[in-house]
């Protein structure tokens, strides 16, 4: 098959799993050293993925006991990360509910600049209630109003980085001219949400803007993706809800005018790798054992509106839980539906979500785990995988030294970076600037 699936890693602290900073060969400091992250991303880079991928919650959580909850911000970290190596993908979270556009776009072209074409921005418009208290918010605006200023957030940032003509910097030392004027554009938006006249500070990168990823799987997360998305993040368990997932978007950006091909669809997978699967078997067992119930015992009270006291570990999920509109919380859906389907009592849910918090976990042998890959690839269900290691440093390193290369003997994955900027990776168009794009137009 001539079709490669694309693959990033997700870091997140010390592995995925939730009890994954207990093992004993794990240091516990690793989360807040930037010369951990440097060499998870040169061991990315090794396996030729196409990137790496930080989330980001601008709040400390619900419990600080759980597991190591320092969040060093994702921008700092890749800027550091893009030193440290040449070609892999450096792609952050940031959100637009709390953040301004022109800061951010900023911040992220610069990165993109830094890292010679490298960076992605993952938009996300944030849930966690707890996060609006500290941007001077009473409450978290409802998710509609929060989409709406997603979609103008976008449409701003993406003004500002198009405002930069490809030939806009011309260094003429003897005419005394470094930038043409006419060639570097002011935005003047007046928005419902932003005022922003531009142009931007920062200009044109390797790959012209960088690459705008999105995670989310609700209605309003869909629309955002089909109308803005280079790549999507999602959560899905099983091959006919990822196919469903892939119809249904690719569908939607074709509907906003869009190619559906500009569009990857990587949905999670947790892999827990061992040489054979009953060594992997293992890990997941004393993985398990670590995980402290009473922790996401109280989350899930609060998520399905039942007292603690009131949930029977033993006994499958209550049935008078808390009801949600349809696709509004697609994280909430799929946990409820993960119980339902697999008839989970309350403690094998924990345990499921404390592995990878509804993404699809997987346990095997490397050879396992290459099989499951192809077949959610060759049966249409993604365009390939945001891996999240169960234990990030030997998990990543196993699947990288291991997964990896049985992929690329199938034909299902490079052997060689052919390009040096994400959007390559991707096999994405390089956007055209505001001025070269009225000209096509």
């Known amino acids: 098959m001539t079709k490669q699936m694309n693959l990033n890693v997700f870091l997140s602290g010390l592995g995925h799993h939730e009890s994954a900073w207990r093992l004993p060969h794990v240091n516990p400091g690793s989360n807040v050293d930037v010369e951990y992250y440097q060499r998870l991303a040169q061991i990315a880079e090794r396996g030729k993925l196409d990137s790496v991928f930080f989330a980001d919650i601008p709040s400390i959580g619900l419990h600080p006991a759980r597991r190591p909850v320092e969040r060093l911000d994702p921008l700092l970290l890749l800027s550091a990360m893009a030193v440290a190596t040449d070609r892999i993908g450096l792609i952050a979270t940031a959100s637009t509910t709390f953040e301004s556009p022109f800061s951010l776009a900023r911040r992220f072209a610069s990165l993109d600049v830094i890292s010679g074409g490298r960076a992605g921005w993952n938009v996300v418009t944030t849930s966690m209630k707890d996060a609006a208290a500290n941007f001077g918010l009473d409450a978290m605006p409802e998710p509609a109003e929060r989409y709406r200023r997603a979609h103008e957030f976008v449409d701003v940032a993406k003004g500002l980085w198009l405002g930069w003509e490809d030939d806009a910097v011309v260094v003429d030392k003897a005419a005394g001219v470094f930038a043409d004027p006419a060639r570097i554009h002011s935005l003047d938006h007046v928005g419902e949400h932003f005022c922003v006249k531009g142009p931007l500070n920062v200009g044109r990168s390797a790959q012209g803007h960088p690459v705008v990823v999105q995670a989310g799987s609700s209605d309003d997360g869909i629309g955002l993706a089909a109308a803005h998305g280079e790549a999507v993040f999602t959560a899905q368990r099983t091959v006919e809800e990822g196919q469903a997932f892939y119809r249904k978007l690719k569908a939607a950006t074709a509907a906003a005018g869009r190619n559906p091909e500009h569009i990857k669809i990587l949905p999670g997978i947790v892999p827990i790798l061992g040489s054979t699967e009953s060594e992997a078997r293992e890990l997941e067992r004393q993985l398990d054992e670590f995980v402290v119930l009473d922790f996401g015992l109280d989350q899930l009270s609060g998520d399905i509106g039942i007292p603690v006291e009131e949930i029977d570990l033993d006994a499958p999920l209550p049935s008078n839980i808390r009801e949600v509109e349809p696709g509004t919380n697609s994280r909430y859906e799929l946990t409820v539906a993960l119980a339902r389907r697999e008839n989970l009592?309350?403690?094998?849910?924990?345990?499921?979500?404390?592995?990878?918090?509804?993404?699809?976990?997987?346990?095997?042998?490397?050879?396992?785990?290459?099989?499951?890959?192809?077949?959610?690839?060759?049966?249409?269900?993604?365009?390939?995988?945001?891996?999240?290691?169960?234990?990030?440093?030997?998990?990543?390193?196993?699947?990288?030294?291991?997964?990896?290369?049985?992929?690329?003997?199938?034909?299902?994955?490079?052997?060689?970076?052919?390009?040096?900027?994400?959007?390559?990776?991707?096999?994405?168009?390089v956007p055209q600037s505001t001025a070269r794009a009225a000209v096509a137009v």
């Open 345 to 429: 009592t309350v403690r094998e849910l924990l345990l499921k979500l404390g592995a990878g918090r509804g993404h699809n976990n997987v346990v095997g042998s490397p050879e396992q785990i290459a099989d499951i890959l192809e077949d959610w690839f060759r049966q249409g269900a993604c365009d390939g995988f945001n891996v999240m290691p169960a234990d990030m440093i030997s998990g990543l390193s196993i699947f990288v030294d291991h997964v990896v290369p049985i992929l690329q003997q199938r034909g299902l994955f490079r052997r060689e970076y052919t390009g040096s900027t994400l959007r390559e990776h991707y096999g994405l168009p």
